[in-house]
């Protein structure tokens, strides 16, 4: 089963992030937190990896009907979306809310997931459309 919706985009890493906090924002999703991995291993563990970063993303109006009808939902929430880098490319990837349905198995999940992979992929092609 497939989790992920991705994109590779031609772009170095700090100009795909401010791309990505745009594209996002276009679709109504603001970002919460932001994990920078690289950094974080390299202080915890003295480990080095390319660039990642890890944002999450929340549409408030998308995530108070997703709370309504499942309040334990809030365990996939906000949606991450990962940015690293992968030779000359950054890849963008968002986990696919189509899982938010499959996981919990609520019909009532549908139109949120629907309606988040929509907003979702719209952002991921703006990326590539800027590419």
């Known amino acids: ?10 772009t170095d890493f700090d100009t795909t992030v401010a791309a990505v906090r745009d594209a996002l924002a276009e679709q109504g999703f ?3 937190t932001e994990i920078d991995v690289t950094a974080t291993l390299k202080k915890k563990l003295d ?4 660039d990642y970063l890890i ?8 995530a108070h009907r997703a709370l ?6 809030g365990l996939l929430l906000p949606c991450n979306v990962v940015v690293r880098r992968d030779g000359d490319q950054t890849v963008v990837q ?3 809310p189509g ?3 499959t996981l ?7 139109p949120v997931a629907s309606e988040a992979t929509r907003r979702l992929d719209a952002a991921l092609a703006a990326l590539t459309s800027r590419d």
Request: proline content about 5%.
């Open 99 to 101: 899982t938010m349905v």
């Open 94 to 96: 968002a986990l696919d």
């Open 1 to 10: 089963m497939s989790y992920d919706r991705t994109v590779r985009v031609d």
């Open 47 to 50: 480990q080095d990896i390319e």
């Open 55 to 62: 944002l999450g993303a929340c549409n408030p109006q998308l």
């Open 30 to 32: 603001g970002v919460l």
């Open 104 to 110: 919990t198995g609520l019909p009532a999940m549908e």
């Open 68 to 73: 309504e009808s499942d309040r334990d939902i």
